[in-house]
T-cell receptor, first 113, second 113 residues
Framework: NAGVTQTPKFQVLKTGQSMTLQCAQD?????MYWYRQDPGMGLRLIYY???????DKGEVPNGYNVSRLNKREFSLRLESAAPSQTSVYFC????????????FGEGSWLTVV | AQSVSQHNHHVILSEAASLELGCNYSYGGTVNLFWYVQYPGQHLQLLLK??????LVKGIKGFEAEFIKSKFSFNLRKPSVQWSDTAEYFC???????????FGTGTRLKVLA
């Protein structure tokens, strides 16, 4: 049981380049999330998808786009990377029921130079 | 705005010392409460959770937490820490029926052998 799988684990980008972080979950969860983690700031929500076919902005959506490709997959795209987007990105998922737990992927370390 | 506060940003303890990490959240009402642990270079893993019932919850690895509704608090405790507990600890709050999981900024625990 893989849980939440993210790719790539590590990536270095040049300013202005684009890339997509992939996320897939095999737990049949309805809701999926993308967070970024920065030192001293905890986890901040970028985008979430409450269910297949819907996406919504979180706290820090600027510079990002997302696609909920199907129930399993939720991708995060940086159209024109900036050094401020250097961070660790975590995908997460949950069933979407009123009382449940959110589960995290292993993270993607992104450096923009 | 809804928020979660973790008062201790860095904690250094010797092995066998007792641990208590504070967590307070801003709004009242029904909440789901979580503590996650992140070992160096790894993703967030669930340590324990509270949904309802007994306000003293026990988690993995000897951790426990107490929900005090009147104080909007959910403090994490462990009677005797080990070197392997060195990690970052995050408190999180979810309001049932919402997508929001609000995370604290984390507490970095270093346990000296």
């Amino acid at each position: 049981n893989a849980g939440v799988t993210q790719t790539p684990k590590f990536q270095v980008l040049k300013t202005g380049q684009s890339m997509t972080l992939q996320c897939a979950q095999d737990m049949n969860h309805n809701s999926m999330y993308w967070y970024r983690q920065d030192p001293g700031m905890g986890l901040r929500l970028i985008y979430y998808s409450a269910s297949e076919g819907t996406t919504d902005k979180g706290e820090v959506p600027n510079g990002y786009n997302v696609s909920r490709l199907n129930k399993r997959e939720f991708s995060l795209r940086l159209e024109s990377a900036a050094p401020s987007q250097t961070s660790v990105y975590f995908c997460a998922s949950r069933t979407g029921q009123e009382v449940d737990t959110i589960y995290f992927g292993e993270g993607s370390w992104l450096t923009v130079v | 705005a809804q928020s979660v506060s973790q008062h201790n940003h860095h904690v250094i303890l010797s092995e066998a010392a007792s641990l208590e990490l504070g967590c307070n959240y801003s709004y009242g009402g029904t909440v789901n409460l979580f503590w996650y642990v992140q070992y160096p270079g790894q993703h967030l893993q669930l340590l324990l959770k509270y949904f309802s019932g007994d306000p003293l919850v026990k988690g993995i690895k000897g951790f426990e937490a107490e929900f005090i509704k009147s104080k909007f608090s959910f403090n994490l405790r462990k009677p005797s820490v080990q070197w392997s507990d060195t990690a970052e600890y995050f408190c999180a709050v979810n309001w049932p029926g919402t997508y929001k999981y609000i995370f604290g900024t984390g507490t970095r625990l270093k346990v000296l052998a």
